[in-house]
């Protein structure tokens, strides 16, 4: 089964926390090959290896607040505000087959087509509110940012 990480690190914060994908038959078991994989990457002992949100991909669809019909881009989703899925510019490492990869990054690419969508979206709706007077424009002009942050981010650079 296919895991993400939200956020792995090494304790003393020497280099920057990552998105990391792994498959393994159990969440004890992902644990054990992240902690693995990334000692053998930053050349650090296990022991310093830390994690944050491990999820499976049966919990990541399960919770995704889009229907069936977004595919695979509701993995790459770390949250929501309302019906809205929130995206993460985190590095991310892949430690995965070729073919696993593939549905990856054709999730990846999905999600930052739907966050350029969203962020147009909510630079139209900041535009309209500042237009209006509405104090809450600033509030959709930092949610446009986040969209377009995640839209233009290299998400594949970690290792540099």
Partial sequence: MLYRFTECYIEDHTQPAVEVWLNAQNERQAQKKCAAFLSLTWDVDASRIGFGGC??????????????????????????????????????????????????????????????ELAA????????????????????AWQARQYWHFATSDFTTALE
């Fill in 121 to 140: 979206l909510f630079d139209k709706r900041a535009f309209q509110a500042k237009a209006r007077g509405d104090r809450h424009f600033e509030t959709l």
């Fill in 55 to 116: 999820r499976s991909e049966r919990e990541l669809l399960l919770d995704a607040v889009e229907d069936i019909e977004a595919g695979d881009r509701r993995l790459v989703a770390g949250g929501s505000v309302g019906n809205l899925p929130l995206y993460s510019a985190s590095p991310v490492i892949w430690f995965l087959d070729y073919r696993k990869q593939c549905r990856l990054l054709a999730a990846y690419s999905a999600a930052r087509s739907h966050a350029r």
